[in-house]
């Protein structure tokens, strides 16, 4: 077996983490290479992060190319992604080498924005950019399966993934969905109506969002922005043909690690 390793430094400044784990990848045997956030195809079974909720979505498309779990070991704050916290590397290091952790399988989304498609794990957002558009808000229509759902007026608009549901679309009050739903949600951004509402759809639909304004929007992808668009121009969002495999505990649970992260 072959590990790839990558680790985000702003978290783990002096290195102490990363050399524990390598340390204890060496005495169980086990071969390690460091991987970059913009490496192409590698030769590993695995990888494994070091960082916090916001490493690991760096290196979703690293995973789509690859095709390998991974495993994120939480050097951050939150870490609702991420399975064990930097105390149980020894921990972590044994289970792999037993072959004892289990599958958690999370699906994908793809936006394709004016010819590009981009990949999420969690969500992507349409939002306003604050730049010297002439209307401040940001006006879209909503389509699902070419079907008109409603205009919704405010700040944005969030459609993610399950696995999503508790980042950025739990804050602005959308609901959460349990990991293993085949289904994708939208949320409104501070909408200006009282019936603009959280949505659950099927993940095997398409959704389309329009801007029906003069408001320059960018089209965030887990957090990053990778394209902007202007009046009449529009995202489609679909689930994606990849999956992304997690590697867990044996005794893993959502809804326990929903109760403990949420509290904190």
């Not at 498309?61 to 991420?82: D, E, R, S, Y």
């Not at 916290?85 to 921990?91: G, L, Y």
């Amino acid at each position: 077996m072959k590990v790839g390793i990558y680790t985000n430094y702003l978290k783990d400044t002096n290195n102490l983490w990363t050399s524990k784990l390598k340390t204890a990848l060496t005495e169980n045997g086990i071969d390690f290479v460091d991987i970059r956030e913009d490496s192409d195809k590698q030769d590993i079974d695995l990888l494994i992060t070091l960082g916090g909720d916001g490493t690991l979505l760096k290196l979703v498309n690293f995973l789509i190319k690859n095709q390998v779990p991974v495993i994120g070991i939480n050097a951050g704050k939150l870490g609702f992604l991420t399975e064990f916290e930097t105390f149980e590397i020894d921990e972590s290091v044994k289970l792999i080498k037993t072959n004892a952790l289990k599958e958690d399988l999370r699906l994908i989304m793809k936006a394709e924005v004016e010819g590009e498609t981009f990949y999420a794990l969690n969500d992507m957002v349409i939002q306003r950019t604050y730049d010297d558009s002439l209307d401040k808000i940001v006006r879209t229509d909503v389509y699902i399966d070419e079907n008109y759902v409603d205009r919704i007026d405010g700040d944005g608009v969030i459609l993610n993934t399950p696995t999503g549901s508790t980042a950025y679309s739990l804050s602005a009050g959308g609901p959460i969905l349990a990991p293993n739903l085949d289904s994708l949600s939208m949320t409104p951004i501070c909408p200006h109506s009282l019936h603009n509402r959280p949505m659950v759809f099927s993940a095997n639909s398409s959704c389309k969002i329009t801007l029906a304004n003069n408001c320059t929007c960018g089209i965030f992808m887990d957090g990053v922005m990778v394209k902007t668009v202007k009046k009449g121009q529009s995202v489609v969002v679909n689930k994606a043909s990849h999956t992304i495999k997690f590697l867990r505990k044996p005794d893993t649970n959502f809804y326990t690690r929903l109760l403990l992260k949420l509290k904190k």
